[in-house]
């Protein structure tokens, strides 16, 4: 009961929101098109006393709980490896268990990101990924070069040990999950990779396109090449906006690389098809140029361009977009009213380019720790950053309820009008 009032409260505020003239939502969206990025289920294993050494059942009912009720139909995660001391660290398999058959049993289909973080300790540093070279021709001298004698297969030849490490890893977490997971991302901004620009000391902000192409090829030939394949929908990680500093090249340019290479053109060659289902994209107007709001009309010219990019190859691949969003300070009702503001018209922009582009996941669901206040909802949390352990909400913000109306009223296939909310 006290949901529902706050959330009554927040749609009238969202309804009767500032001055400015009604716009048309238009056409209905497919019907999968509501993502939303959560908190990821390995964060919450063993953080409530009631779940000992176990996934915390009452938070992840809680958080899906309330995606359900805001109309989200696709949740994104990551999966993380641990630190145990070991050259690659070692991952818990179960992690998301609980997380996805709760999902599953409210409707909710499940996208997990299989990025860097799969592989934890000291050889996982994401220079060792293409040899911690700028331009990918490795010394001969370097360890990080490619591995001889080939490793055995279903991996084999052309890899060296960041990739073995990590092909085995994904390789092992697609087994435990077969038929569970509703789509996988391989990789995560991986054309403007911040944690390898800070681990070079800014010499490599992007993976090598090479080497992105050959590891996500070798995945997608191992999970379709069984006996029984595994047939769920693999899509390239999501592209930054900004335009590498190390090689000059734009959000397209890496596209286009990923297409040209020799793995992604010789898999196509030999099968028909390419060796991925979508391509993932973060349009962050603040990427762009500078700030949110202000730059939203820079994001549908984008979106084109990366769909031509798309269709000048493959015919079958999508455009998702799988993070986009701006903070709402939950301290100022004007910042949330355009974080609302921004959330609806980001969902006009995307769901005006239907079907090329679907799903698409706001990022977030929380607001993290330390006035990063990305998400929808804000829950307590103490001196440590540790959420409240059953994932009680404090606060509701208007996103939220903004979500829920387009979401509900485009899923049942209607026309909505909403006033333009001004920040």
Known sequence: MKRLVCLCGLLALVLGGAGGAARPLGAAPTPDFWGMVVRDPGYEWDTNPAYPNAANQAFIDSMLDNLAYAGVQWARFEFHGAWDGSAYGTINLAQADYFVQAAHARGIKVLALLGTDLLRGPQSGVVHFDGGTVSGVIPAGNPDRELSPCPPLPIGCGVNAYQQAWLERAILVAGHYAGRIDAYELFNEENFYFALRDESQGKQDEMNPYYVAQTITKFFRI???????????????????????????????????LYDSPAFTGYQQANGRWPIDGVAYHPYPAEMVKSDNDFLYLVGPRLDAMIAAIRARDGGARLWVTEVGTRGDPAS???MGRQASFLRQMAQIIAARQPDVGPWFWFKYEDFPAAESWGVVTIPFDGQGRYDPNGAV???????????????DLKLDKQIWLPTVQG
């Open 333 to 335: 009702s004007a910042d």
């Open 394 to 408: 404090k606060l509701f913000k208007p996103a939220f309820a903004q979500y829920r109306i387009l979401a509900l």
């Open 223 to 257: 999970l379709r090449t069984q006996a029984s394949p595994d047939t769920t929908p693999i899509i390239v990680g999501g592209l930054h906006p900004k335009r590498s500093a190390e090689s000059g090249r734009s959000d397209v340019d890496y596209l286009n690389a």
